[in-house]
T-cell receptor, first 113, second 109 residues
C-alpha cells in the first residue's frame, strides 16, 4: 500500500492547456508539499500545505495552484502550460511542517510540447 | 539563510567498494535527512538523523550537529546503489527545508 501516491506518472500536453496532478497520502500526516525537479536535478519547493494553511514559494507563477479537499489530498493545478513547465513534479508529506521524516510520491513527469 | 554543501559532487566506484558522502551545513539544525534518488527517479527516504548515528543494512549515517556535518556511509556497494544522494536540513532559525545539490554515485559492475 503506497504511502504517498500521485497520478498521473506521465503527462504529455500542448502549450496553453490546463492540467492537474493528484496526490494522496495515507500516513496521517498533517503537511503536504509539492516540489519541482528540473533537468539538473535541483529540487525546488513550490507549496507547503499544513492544516489548511498554504505557504507559497514566491517564485512560483500564479498559474500554479494547489487544491486540498482534505488533509490526505493535495492536488496541483496548472493553467496555461508553458514549455518551461516541463519537469518532474513530486508530492511529499511529513508529520508536521518541515518536522519529522519527509516521504515522497513517485513523481509525475510533465512534458509540454 | 542556511547553506548546505554536499561532497563530492560525483563519485564513480567499482562494485564492492565502500564510500563516504558528506553534507556540511552552515548553521545549527533541528532536522536532517538523507535521500536516495535512484536511476528511475524515485526519491527514497534513507535516514532522519538530526544527530547521532543510525544504521540500516549496508548504509549508515552519522550527524555531528556541533560540528555541522553529516556523513553517509555505503559499504560493499552494489549497482543498485547508483543514483543521486541528497541531504536536506531544517535550520533552527527558520522552518524551511534546505536541500544540498546532491552527490551523483555510479557503481560499476
Amino acid at each position: 500500500d503506497t504511502a504517498v501516491s500521485q497520478t498521473p506518472k506521465y503527462l504529455v500536453t500542448q502549450m496553453g492547456n490546463d492540467k492537474s496532478i493528484k496526490c494522496e497520502q495515507n500516513l496521517g500526516h498533517d503537511t503536504m508539499y509539492w516540489y519541482k525537479q528540473d533537468s539538473k536535478k535541483f529540487l525546488k519547493i513550490m507549496f507547503s500545505y499544513n492544516n489548511k494553511e498554504l505557504i507559497i514559494n514566491e517564485t512560483v507563477p500564479n498559474r500554479f495552484s494547489p487544491k486540498s479537499p482534505d488533509k490526505a489530498h493535495l492536488n496541483l493545478h496548472i493553467n496555461s502550460l508553458e514549455l518551461g513547465d516541463s519537469a518532474v513534479y513530486f508530492c511529499a508529506s511529513s508529520p508536521l511542517l518541515n518536522t519529522g521524516e519527509l516521504f515522497f510520491g513517485e513523481g509525475s513527469r510533465l512534458t509540454v510540447l | 539563510g542556511i547553506q548546505v554543501e554536499q561532497s563530492p559532487p560525483d563519485l564513480i566506484l567499482q562494485e564492492g567498494a565502500n564510500s563516504t558522502l558528506r553534507c556540511n551545513f552552515s548553521d545549527s539544525v533541528n532536522n536532517l535527512q538523507w535521500f536516495h534518488q535512484n536511476p528511475w527517479g524515485q526519491l527514497i527516504n534513507l535516514f532522519y538523523i538530526p544527530s547521532g548515528t543510525k544504521q540500516n543494512g549496508r548504509l549508515s549515517a552519522t550527524t555531528v550537529a556541533t560540528e555541522r556535518y553529516s556523513l553517509l556511509y555505503i559499504s560493499s556497494s552494489q549497482t543498485t546503489d547508483s543514483g543521486v544522494y541528497f541531504c536536506a536540513v531544517v535550520g533552527d532559525s527558520n522552518y524551511q527545508l534546505i536541500w544540498g545539490a546532491g552527490t551523483k554515485l555510479i557503481i560499476k559492475p
